[in-house]
């Protein structure tokens, strides 16, 4: 019997399920239930429907009760954090996963409304609880919803103790029961987060906030129909700075109307702060994604607006922070390597970890003198306040040093422009394919077999130095499917299949003296490298 059809005699799926299950075209069941969706450090993401490999009720309750028995085999008196995002579901799904924990005797503090991630990971350190929940999918598509999970620092689980959850997921009873909703709220057994833990975020915000400029900064702000608007309003006007919304993408939306794909990495996603930009003459603009965790900006220098990267807002804010005090900026290993000779310059260390800010989080508990936590996927933190990346503190961050550069008479951009005058230029990109379903997985792990069969021995010209297989080679780290090439002139590779969307990712990283000259090899690199894995 398929589990296709298991599914459908099951009593314990409901009719609506089952009548979804029926409708579904061939390509569709066959996406549906070709696998289970993976379990990860990163925890459960995937699109909504029917079958193992979707999100839905029954797997929300599945991968609640494996975090729970982790949770129980590591603390008997167990509580936990639980939070969602705007998305469609998130907020059933939360009080499916508030249910099913509670049920098992875990104490369970859940969110009242939409809350971002950066203010789970703060709760759940506020409230010393042995973990936490948030449902969200982050910047993926509408049609996506999932379930990340948090160990009691703050930050989300490592590989080791991913693999205990994945372990008791695998082993779980076929039915699972739980107590309801409404009696376990009267029970006590799941209580509602306090406003004052809220409080106490935003004024933890503020008070690792530096107010002395005075001049005056406007910042037009998406939210992309996220949860993170309330706070970021609430940081940036108590700074004293102009905080202009685009009011049709301010309010949570699960459809995200005006924005099918979140992701303020993608430059499509500022068109209408653009707009309004332009309208109201803003210093800066500024966007976050769904839960709150990642920030993009644009920033107005010479009559347009300039896109900011990942990378060089985690350099611009390296630089400012260094320049204040030493201490340690702990960054991943397919982040930009121009900051190794900054902090060189400026007496700070700076600490590499593996992609995920699960690891910038674990370095953070390790250490004394944490000035900053940034990855080049737009996420980052320069606060101790939590142990995941914060777009609202690096909205708030940002414009403090915009305000306080402003006052020199420069833009965030000028500041970029003197690091790169100072220590050489540097042109990090990404080259990406999203290659979806059964197919699409097998063509990724064909092309990375064959990457680390037949390496890259030249990059428009340069030859090969030195390649570390994450996977396979001896490094230090924990296994990860990374694998990187170093090459003469500082110019680097790096070959990663996203853990949570399916996608390859090949990172660039070039270096050199002249702007336009090193404009010209990317183009050559980056058409070199789009034959090469040729999809």
């Not at 919304?245 to 993608?266: C, H, L, R």
């Not at 999203?434 to 390496?455: C, S, W, Y």
């Not at 390859?504 to 070199?528: A, F, M, P, S, T």
């Amino acid at each position: 019997m398929t589990i296709f059809e298991k599914e459908l005699m099951d009593p314990q799926y409901d009719n609506d399920y089952h009548s979804r299950m029926l409708s579904l075209s061939r390509e569709e069941k066959y996406d549906s239930y070709y696998k289970t969706l993976e379990f990860g450090t990163a925890g459960m993401r995937g699109k909504m429907g029917v079958g193992p490999n979707r999100m839905h009720i029954y797997q929300i309750r599945r991968v609640s009760a494996a975090f729970g028995n982790y949770l129980l085999s590591e603390r008997e008196d167990a509580s936990c954090v639980i939070a969602f995002d705007s998305r469609n579901s998130s907020l059933e799904f939360s009080r499916e996963a508030a249910v099913t924990l509670a049920s098992m005797g875990i104490k369970v503090y859940l969110f009242r409304d939409y809350s971002s991630t950066p203010e789970l990971s703060f709760a759940v350190r506020s409230l010393r609880a042995s973990g936490g929940v948030v449902i969200t999918a982050s910047h993926n598509p509408p049609e996506y919803n999932g379930y990340k999970v948090y160990h009691y620092s703050g930050r989300q689980l490592l590989d080791e103790e991913a693999a205990k959850v994945l372990d008791f997921f695998e082993n779980l009873p076929s039915k699972i029961t739980n107590s309801s909703y409404s009696q376990l709220i009267e029970e006590g057994k799941i209580e509602f987060v306090s406003l004052e833990v809220l409080d106490e975020y935003d004024k933890t915000l503020l008070s690792g906030i530096k107010k002395e400029s005075q001049a005056e900064l406007r910042v037009v702000y998406s939210a992309l129909h996220g949860v993170a608007g309330r706070g970021t309003k609430a940081l940036l006007s108590k700074m004293g700075v102009e905080f202009i919304p685009v009011e049709s993408q301010f309010e949570p939306d699960g459809t995200f109307p005006e924005a099918k794909y979140p992701n303020p990495e993608e430059p499509s996603v500022f068109e209408k702060a653009l707009e309004l930009g332009r309208e109201k003459q803003a210093d800066l603009l500024l966007a976050s994604d769904p839960d709150g965790d990642r920030l993009g900006a644009m920033v107005y220098h010479e009559g347009e607006y300039v896109s900011l990267s990942g990378n060089e807002i985690g350099l611009l804010m390296a630089g400012y922070l260094m320049a204040q005090s030493r201490g340690e900026v702990i960054t991943s290993i397919v982040s930009g390597y121009l900051l190794e000779d900054m902090a060189r310059d400026l007496g700070s260390k700076v600490t590499r970890t593996l992609t995920g800010f699960k690891y910038i989080g674990e370095r953070m508990n390790q250490i004394f003198d944490f000035l900053l936590g940034y990855e080049e996927s737009y996420g980052y933190l320069s606060l101790d306040h939590a142990r995941d990346k914060d777009a609202i503190q690096a909205a708030g961050r940002l414009c403090e040093m915009a305000k306080v550069y402003k006052e020199e008479g420069k833009t965030l951009i000028d500041v970029l422009n003197e690091i790169y005058e100072k220590y050489g230029y540097e042109k990090n990109k990404q080259i990406v394919f999203t290659l979806e379903g059964a197919e699409g997985a097998e063509k990724i792990k064909e092309l990375m077999d064959g990457f680390r069969m037949d390496p890259l021995v030249s990059l428009d010209g340069r030859e090969l130095i030195k390649s570390t297989d994450y996977l396979n080679d001896e490094t230090g780290y924990p296994k990860s499917n990374v694998l990187m090439n170093f090459y003469e002139g500082g110019h680097w590779l790096a070959f990663r299949p996203s853990g949570t969307e399916p996608k390859l990712k090949i990172y660039l990283g070039l270096r050199g003296q002249d702007r336009e000259e090193l404009e010209e090899v990317y183009e050559r690199v980056r058409l070199q490298l789009e034959s090469l894995a040729t999809i």
